[in-house]
């Protein structure tokens, strides 16, 4: 069982930028970032497996940056030139592996707001 807590949203005018965090309270083999907005389904943002390989969702590559550190087991997200299509409840997502098989752990989501 692993235990997410996330931090770091807030409200930012369009083209600010804002960090987000999501700590674990276990090692996790990928961690990803969602989003979600009233009446939508929740969308991959944002991932990254091992140290360093990453993977962005089109509409913030180059906007973006996922990141981790494995010694507090925490990933980051940080979200710079947003707009106020960012706007949106993110949520961390955390994947094991145990005897081949998957397991997705949510965290509880912080919720970030882009004014125009």
């Given at each position: 069982?692993?235990?997410?807590?996330?931090?770091?949203?807030?409200?930012?005018?369009?083209?600010?930028?804002?960090?987000?965090?999501?700590?674990?309270?276990?090692?996790?083999?990928?961690?990803?970032?969602?989003?979600?907005?009233?009446?939508?389904?929740?969308?991959?943002?944002?991932?990254?497996?091992?140290?360093?390989?990453?993977?962005?969702?089109?509409?913030?590559?180059?906007?973006?940056?996922?990141?981790?550190?494995?010694?507090?087991?925490?990933?980051?997200?940080?979200?710079?030139?947003?707009k106020?299509?960012?706007?949106?409840?993110y949520?961390?997502?955390?994947?094991?592996?145990?005897?081949?098989?998957?397991?997705?752990?949510?965290?509880?989501?912080?919720?970030?707001?882009?004014?125009?």
């Open positions: 069982q692993v235990q997410l807590v996330e931090s770091g949203g807030g409200l930012v005018q369009a083209g600010g930028s804002l960090k987000l965090f999501c700590t674990a309270s276990g090692r996790a083999s990928a961690m990803n970032w969602y989003r979600q907005t009233p009446g939508n389904e929740r969308g991959f943002v944002a991932g990254i497996i091992g140290g360093s390989s990453t993977n962005y969702a089109d509409s913030v590559k180059g906007r973006f940056t996922i990141s981790r550190d494995d010694i507090t087991n925490t990933v980051y997200l940080q979200m710079d030139s947003l106020p299509e960012d706007t949106a409840t949520y961390c997502d955390a994947v094991t592996v145990i005897d081949r098989q998957y397991k997705n752990y949510w965290g509880q989501g912080t919720h970030s707001a882009v004014s125009s």
